[in-house]
């Protein structure tokens, strides 16, 4: 069964940092892709990053480009999310997700098939 526990949460000031990181357990996950999601109240999940797991290839949406890095570790099987320069706009939950089909290159929340349960970042203004 495949598992993934985030951590890293918390609140934080504007331009300060936070270290996401997405455990994951029950697969074999060189072939997956693991992406980032953050949902605010009243909005949709929204992509924020993905990564290839075999090759290391990545994808960020555009509002955290240069400010965001996705990283995986294959010897601890966890996927961090790096973020710098936070604004109030990136308060949000958090989530991890997998995605079985490494290849396409995605940021829809339909395309992932496991989630974890969520982190809270909170960035003060």
């Known amino acids: 069964q495949v598992q993934l526990v985030e951590s890293g949460g918390g609140l934080v000031q504007a331009g300060g940092s936070l270290r996401l990181s997405c455990a994951a357990s029950g697969r074999t996950f060189s072939m997956y892709a693991m992406g980032w999601f953050r949902q605010s109240p009243g909005k949709e999940r929204e992509f924020v990053a993905r990564?290839?797991?075999?090759?290391?290839?990545?994808y960020y949406a555009d509002s955290v480009k240069a400010r965001f890095t996705i990283s995986r570790d294959n010897v601890k099987n966890t996927v961090y999310l790096q973020m710098n320069s936070l604004k109030p706009e990136d308060t949000a939950v958090y989530y991890c997700?997998?995605?079985?089909?490494?290849?396409?290159?995605?940021?829809?929340?339909?395309?992932?098939?496991?989630w974890g349960q969520g982190t809270q970042v909170t960035v003060s203004s």
């Open positions: 997700a997998a995605d079985r089909d490494a290849v396409q290159r995605t940021s829809s929340s339909r395309d992932y098939d496991y």
């Open positions: 990564i290839r797991w075999s090759s290391g290839i990545t």
